[in-house]
């Protein structure tokens, strides 16, 4: 059994005198222990609110959360505050994608550490500021001890980041979820956090879930690609397979649009035409049919299923980008 | 730290002499002077004359200002022209009124204002938020005078749960070795003649921390909206810790620093005399004092007053400054 079966999600949001918003959509996929899964698509597709789903971290009010989340045999989403709250940084842990804004700006780098250590490995005073640089340590940060007590504005945003990571992996979680973990940092720490998390993940056999729209961070690290649009997943596969034979319009639209160092000189990036904004309810058919070139009469009308392959490989289209013969 | 307290201390110096200089020429400007004061609408022009000769008012403004200064240097502010007493004797003795009063009037205001101000923002929308906004909004409207004497009627005259006037019952024959007379009661071991001072303190204090208050709800409430959405936060709730620790350390905290500096200025602007509460309670502070003097032209006693009240203005904003660099790392002094 998988380690978290995320079965047909669902978030909504409600507020008085606004419109209602489908955020997830009946978002399914699961996540075996050791493997890293990722949630691609671009903004407002819904791939952060179903990570702040599965951590109940969503606003308690106006946001309604339905479907299942089943954590090692724990059902996420039925738990109440209290009993989320112990699974909460010891269980599953999560990194967040600004590393300045996501740490308190007036308590040392120290405390913020070790108050996890105290809240769930039960331990005090020196044994948890040892661990604490032990941390710090294994997440790379030189100098640990100095670290300790300073304050998060004296760091720089890798050095952030790094710190961060340390708290999420303060417990040893079995799932990690990081939510964008690299889009607030220039490119050359961009790889060197990537790498750091590879090789956390690979030494503990914690399962990683990565959320980016960045196609680019997923080809290096991801085992099981989810790519997600408008709430709901529309291609899922293994790695090598989405990016080998792609079959959904949108994956390959995401595809095209990576620049390349690789491709001749004048040649175009090509965009997706349009924006998030020119969706169609999924009632109504397929979301992405009013950005799609290869939208069919069949897109228009119902909500095109999920349809699976031998492979493993499923996409939500009914005229797939068929797959191109290889010599 | 040290560098950065004793430039601040430095600054104090041309700012008093600036504020010396114009309030010598506002005061003097005023129509009237100290001998209508004394004489009323009867004296003669020849009266007036001899008393403004006899207070060196008749030489040039200049002259007065020098002879000012020289003695400002020695630490010497002159004699009230009413009471003929020297001007710092009155001050000490009736600015321990004005403190115990502000320290009365903001630890209620603090007291109420912070926990109401943050329990409105953890339950915004709410009927207690709309009530303590509302709450904060009447303690804005109502003029001070007007919620001093209704606090009074009710409470002193009607109920006779307070006294209604003066700092310490005149039945008590306490001493008085530093004037705030709590703290006389409680070093004399005078127990009942420092309960006496508190009960005197409080419907003053209730006036005055009106508005004070309703100035700490909003920020508060504001404060502590503001923190609650920020990233940080989530990251402390990421972590599983309990609902207090994410209060306390990470909420509460941070939200705290605009509330600090508020609080510093409201305490330097209640210390510098709250007329309207005095007046109304028969409470002998620097307020009272003050407006007294304005009436009676007393040159001495309002320049003294006033630059004393400058040079504590300061202080208490510089003590604002230092203990923000304490609570922010981010804001460190040089």
Not at chain 1, 90 to 97: E, G, L, P, R, S
Not at chain 2, 22 to 50: D, K, N, S, Y
Not at chain 2, 275 to 300: C, H, K, M, Q
Request: net charge positive; with cysteine; charged share 20%.
């Amino acid at each position: 059994m998988a380690l978290l079966d995320v079965e047909d999600l669902s978030v909504t949001f409600r507020r008085r005198g606004q419109r209602t918003v489908h955020a997830v959509d009946g978002v399914s996929f699961s996540v075996d222990a050791g493997e890293v899964v990722a949630l691609v698509g671009e903004s407002g597709c819904g791939k952060s609110v179903t990570s702040l789903a599965l951590m109940g971290l969503l606003p308690r009010r106006g946001a309604q959360v339905g479907g299942s989340a089943n954590f090692d045999g724990t059902e996420l989403l039925a738990l109440d505050q209290r009993s989320m709250r112990d699974i909460r940084g010891k269980d599953v842990a999560m990194i967040f994608q600004d590393p300045l804004s996501s740490l308190n700006p007036v308590i040392p780098i120290g405390i913020q550490v070790t108050e996890v250590l105290v809240r769930h490995r039960g331990m005090s005073g020196d044994a948890a500021r040892k661990e604490a640089a032990n941390l710090l340590d294994r997440v790379g940060i030189p100098d640990p001890r100095r670290r300790l007590k300073e304050y998060p504005h004296q760091l720089s945003g890798g050095m952030r980041q790094r710190a961060l990571i340390a708290i999420a992996v303060a417990c040893q979680p079995r799932l990690l979820i990081a939510d964008e973990p690299t889009t607030a940092l220039d490119v050359t720490i961009q790889a060197q956090i990537l790498e750091l998390l590879k090789e956390l993940v690979r030494d503990s056999n914690t399962a990683l879930i990565m959320i980016t729209h960045d196609l680019g961070v997923v080809a290096g690290m991801c085992d099981m690609i989810n790519v997600l649009y408008a709430g709901r997943v529309v291609e899922s596969a293994r790695r090598k397979e989405l990016f080998a034979a792609p079959r959904h319009p949108y994956t390959v639209g995401l595809l095209r649009s990576i620049p390349r160092l690789d491709v001749g000189r004048g040649e175009k990036l090509t965009p997706i035409r349009g924006s998030v904004r020119d969706v169609l309810p999924w009632s109504e058919g397929c979301a992405f049919a009013p950005r799609c070139d290869r939208r069919i009469d069949a897109s228009i009308g119902e909500p095109p299923p999920m349809v699976p392959t031998h492979t493993g490989h499923s996409y939500r289209c009914v005229n797939p980008v068929p797959v191109e013969e290889k010599a | 730290m040290f560098r950065f307290i004793v430039r601040r201390l430095l600054l104090l110096i041309p700012t008093l002499f600036g504020l010396s200089i114009l309030l010598f020429v506002w005061l003097h400007r005023l129509p009237g002077g100290p001998e209508t004061a004394i004489l009323g609408e009867r004296g003669t022009p020849e009266m007036r004359a001899q008393i403004r000769r006899s207070l060196g008012l008749d030489e040039p403004l200049l002259m007065q200002y020098g002879r000012f200064m020289k003695r400002l240097l020695q630490l010497d502010l002159g004699t009230s022209i009413s009471t003929k007493r020297e001007v710092t004797t009155e001050f000490i003795q009736r600015f321990p009124g004005t403190v115990e009063l502000t320290i009365t009037a903001m630890v209620i205001a603090i007291g109420v204002g912070i926990p109401l101000g943050y329990l409105a923002a953890r339950r915004s929308g709410s009927i207690l938020d709309h009530a303590s906004v509302g709450g904060s909004l009447l303690g804005t409207c109502i003029p001070i005078f007007f919620l001093a004497y209704v606090l009074k009627a009710v409470f002193a005259e009607w109920l006779g749960w307070f006294p209604a006037i003066g700092r310490q019952d005149s039945s008590i024959d306490a001493t008085h070795p530093t004037n705030f007379f709590v703290l006389d009661g409680l070093l004399t071991r005078e127990w009942d003649a420092a309960a006496d001072a508190i009960w005197h303190l409080i419907l003053p204090g209730l006036a005055l921390a009106s508005i004070p208050f309703a100035i700490l709800v909003r920020i508060t409430r504001a404060s502590v909206l503001e923190v609650l959405g920020e990233d940080f936060v989530r990251t402390a709730e990421a972590k599983g810790l309990t609902e207090r620790v994410v209060r306390r350390r990470h909420v509460l905290r941070n939200a705290m620093l605009p509330v600090a500096t508020s609080i510093g200025l409201l305490t330097g602007l209640l210390l510098s005399g709250a007329v309207l509460t005095e007046t109304v309670f028969g409470f002998s502070g620097i307020g009272l004092f003050l407006y007294e003097a304005i009436s009676n032209r007393d040159y001495p006693v309002l320049q003294g007053f006033i630059l004393l009240i400058a040079v504590i203005f300061t202080l208490v904003n510089l003590a604002v400054d230092v203990s923000y660099s304490l609570i922010d790392p981010r804001v460190r002094v040089r």
